[in-house]
């Protein structure tokens, strides 16, 4: 359904897109309407909504969620130029950039150097193998980072930066989820070494991102299931929380929105998450949580971002099955403010681009202030 040809249009929206909706929203105040922002948007909705072939709006040239390819220095994100015409199409607010994951490559027997992304850290002896990222994945970023920042001067579009997977990294990618579980529960310090050794490379890269001139930093981490989170929270918060609060330093310094993301249930992080200070959490997972419930207990302290079930209506439903939970959601979310109306993942090839163009055009119909 992803290749056929579409029927509906994308229709005007009032406002043009705007960084200062998004971050009023961020923060709580008033605005015209509520911002809609995707994380991702895969290439074939690209290609249709610009009438020319393009990349996704995460990268121009690979797979950022295989991790490896970033560490190598094989990813580089979307051209700008492209990402700005996506965004004056659909009346999105900020152009985003990402360095998801910590950077780590090894020292192989034979002398040689590769990433670290191939889950053989089992134990505090592979400590020796690490080769931490330093100056020259720093440089590497920045320079993209300066690329949008540049991009965007003369619009009133802004730049987000996506990142901070200290937690995620390494049961994602270098250690394994099994292992990994087994590991904390055998050497907790150890896990809690590595964290902290890469939130020092994400304190460094952040500090010289917002000095750059980023408009929102957006921190991302999953420690979630549909049930919960995956460790006891006590144990979690405690590993996890100083040096995540280390990363948004330079960003609460500079009065600089922030934005979470993790998957699952979070009943039980929730509220760390606000008293650590950030503005916006994302996506709502529909599969864990209930958006009126949520809104209702959290509504008033906090920003929320997502909830449109990419499944349900977006893949498997009707355009008006996508209108009315549209209309739906804007009726429980934009009282009082504080949504920015997302899906719960990514716009993904196989949401039949109908479905999408009514997603868009929905949020900018019911969602005007």
Known sequence: MANTVSTTEFEPYSGKPDKERLIATYRGEKTDRVPNFEVLIEDEHVSKMLGR?????LSADGDPAKGADDS???????????????????????????????????KNKDGSISSFFD????????????????????TRALGFVQEYVDAVKGTDIGVVYLGGCIFQTLYEFVIGFQDFMILLMDDEGLISEIM??????????????????????????????????????????????????RMMEPALNAGIPLKFHSDGKLDDAMEMLID?????????????????????????????????DIEVPLVRGSTEDVEKDVKEHCEVMMKGGRWEASTSHSVVNYIPHENFITMINAFHKYGKY
Do not use: H
């Open 196 to 245: 902290e050794r890469s939130s020092v490379y994400f304190v460094e890269l952040y500090k010289r991102a917002v000095e750059l001139g980023i408009d929102v930093l957006w921190l991302a981490d999953d420690f979630a299931f549909n049930g919960g989170m995956m460790i006891p929270p006590e144990t979690f918060e405690k590993i996890w929380r100083k040096p995540m609060e």
């Open 53 to 57: 072939k393009a990349s996704n709006t």
């Open 119 to 138: 889950k053989s850290f089992k134990s505090r002896e592979d400590l020796d193998r690490i080769i931490w990222p330093g100056e020259e994945e720093i």
């Open 276 to 308: 650590m200070g950030f503005n916006c959490i994302n996506p709502m997972d529909p599969y864990s949580i209930d958006y009126r419930d949520y809104k209702k207990r959290y509504g008033n302290r906090v920003t929320f971002s997502g909830n449109i």
């Open 72 to 106: 190598e220095g094989g990813i580089r994100p979307m051209y700008p130029s492209d990402y700005i015409d996506v965004c004056n199409v659909i009346g999105q607010d900020c152009i985003l950039l990402e360095s998801l994951w910590t950077p780590l490559k090894q």
